[in-house]
């Protein structure tokens, strides 16, 4: 019933028609035809809520070469992505096509319209949330900074005065050529202990901000937690590359993080020696055990034998009891001897391989160190004939080896899961999905650009057959090209760890038909 109700809907218009063009329904129509990973019975269910949803304007034309449908493809894409019902998505996409109609910013709808997966938004918010944003990266406030402000619009339901409060006391700031991430900060933290007056935590955050100015004092730091970092990144809002301080904080981070993943290895050898030394003591007490228990036996037969001929029918029967009891006992004796004996072998093997593991760390940690002295006697060498400078600071991050950096970069992975999705965050508060990637990675001091597109562009390709943890999966959700990315941690079990919309950071498995109609390729970033 619903099949047929999705035909009729999507008669073309005579208007349409006539002029060659395509209204929403008939774009919607033709673009889920080439979706490998629908089926027919999801398209037309899809196509069902979505012309129920959009009522009159799914016999709007369309111009797709001015990407005005890229923003409801990129909601529809991620709404499947996360497995979502088709009725959700539909109003979702609703509200992103009714904000774009309104004269938004299409490219900043894409990833703002993805919030009504985390809850109800209406078309008229997200419009003023994607123009306060433009408006705010125009006048040169950091992306990520602009990105939390729409996030904390979206979480805390600021009514429009609020934003717009908000919004142009963070232009002023950075005019007045204040920190515009301490400005924000600062603003945002003060916001979160009075909500009700934003006026007032403005004209308070200004003038203590001058007078710091005046007094040549910096504000402190007020210790606030969003979706971006105090410190300017390696390639955030303008894409500049790291400061020598930046870099070499990364890498002592990284180092700290190689050490510890050593210290927990020299930790479990110690262990594993503990355990195969009382192993030996169990195994040496079962021997003394046995041999006893052999004596006691031997003892009763002995004593059996010498009153076979003297001793009456009952004597000799209590005299084979006890020896029967005796050989019960070795028997039991030589099991648990036998037992012990495994045990302890298990544990040497154990012990020896993690004095192994350890000394092979040891071993690799020495022979960083040492290149790193030799690195730093030799200095920086130019780049070679024909050769640009981003060339070599691709080689330099291919230069890394990831048995070495993994154990640092699963970690980092990991602790962003269960973040929720925040458009434009960087931070365990909220992150999107090359955020996700490149701030794992910065873990381990390897450094990435801040879109996927541009991280598509780095390391090596590789094939899906050949792929292997750290290495860096890419998707096309659009029809366009690189639309997201995420990192691979299990290739033999097809896992991946990514930042969904909906979901936030979660674990994903590639072998799902979703994922492998969308699969666009892999990136080996280290060796």
């Known amino acids: 019933m619903r099949a047929a109700f999705v035909l009729g809907a999507l008669a073309i218009p005579a208007s349409a028609t006539a002029a060659g063009r395509q209204n929403v329904a008939e774009f919607l129509q033709a673009t889920f035809a080439k979706d490998k990973g629908l089926s027919p019975e999801e398209r037309a269910s899809l196509l069902a809520a979505i012309k129920e949803r959009f009522a009159s304007y799914a016999d709007t034309v369309v111009h797709p070469e001015k990407g005005d449908m890229a923003a409801v493809l990129n909601v529809i894409s991620e709404g499947k992505m996360d497995e979502l019902s088709d009725e959700r998505i539909a109003d979702v996409a609703f509200a992103a096509y009714q904000a774009i109609y309104r004269g938004a910013d299409t490219e900043v709808v894409q990833g703002i319209a993805l919030y009504g997966y985390r809850k109800k938004v209406d078309a008229e918010r997200i419009a003023q949330w994607a123009n306060g944003y433009r408006l705010l990266t125009t006048n040169h406030v950091p992306d990520e900074v602009a990105a939390d402000l729409v996030r904390v619009a979206m979480e805390k339901d600021w009514d429009e005065h609020a934003f717009d409060t908000i919004k142009w006391a963070l232009v002023s700031g950075v005019k007045a050529g204040h920190d515009p991430r301490l400005y924000a900060a600062t603003l945002f933290s003060r916001l979160q202990k009075d909500p009700q007056h934003p006026g007032t935590v403005v004209a308070s955050t200004a003038t203590d901000f001058a007078r710091a100015a005046k007094t040549h004092t910096t504000m402190p730091d007020p210790g606030y937690k969003g979706v971006f970092s105090l410190k300017k990144d ?171 950096i993994w154990p640092g970069l699963e970690h980092a992975a990991r602790s962003y899961i269960g973040t929720p999705y925040v458009w434009g965050g960087v931070t365990h508060e909220g992150i999107d999905c090359s955020g996700f990637t490149k701030g794992s990675y910065n873990e381990v001091a390897v450094t990435l650009p801040r879109v996927a597109k541009d991280q598509w562009t780095r390391g090596t390709k590789i094939e899906e057959a050949d792929l292997r943890k750290g290495d860096l999966i890419f998707f096309d959700t659009l029809g366009t090209g690189v639309s997201h990315v995420a990192l691979m941690v299990d290739p033999a079990n097809h896992k991946f760890i990514h930042a969904g919309s909906s979901k936030g950071v979660i674990e994903e498995n590639l072998a799902k038909t979703y994922f492998q109609a969308r699969y666009l390729g892999a990136r080996r970033i280290v060796k």
């Open 234 to 404: 390696d390639a955030g809002a303008g894409g500049k590359p790291a400061t020598d301080e930046a870099q070499a904080a990364r890498e002592a981070k990284a180092q700290k993080l190689v050490e510890q993943a050593n210290a927990e290895k020299a930790q479990a050898a110690e262990r594993a020696q503990k355990a195969r030394e009382q192993a030996d003591a169990q195994e040496k007490s079962a021997e003394d055990d046995l041999a006893r228990a052999r004596k006691a036996e031997q003892a009763q037969k002995d004593a059996m034998e010498r009153a076979s001929g003297k001793a009456d029918a009952k004597e000799q029967s209590e005299a084979k009891a006890r020896a029967d009891a005796e050989r019960v006992k070795r028997e039991k004796a030589e099991a648990a001897a036998a037992a012990a004996k495994a045990r302890a072998e298990a544990a040497r093997a154990k012990a020896e391989a993690a004095k192994q593991a350890a000394a092979k760390a040891k071993a690799q940690q020495e022979a960083e160190r040492q290149a790193a002295i030799a690195a730093e006697k030799s200095g920086s060498k130019p780049a070679p004939a024909g050769k640009s400078a981003e060339a070599v600071k691709g080689a330099e991050i291919q230069s890394k080896v990831i048995d070495d």
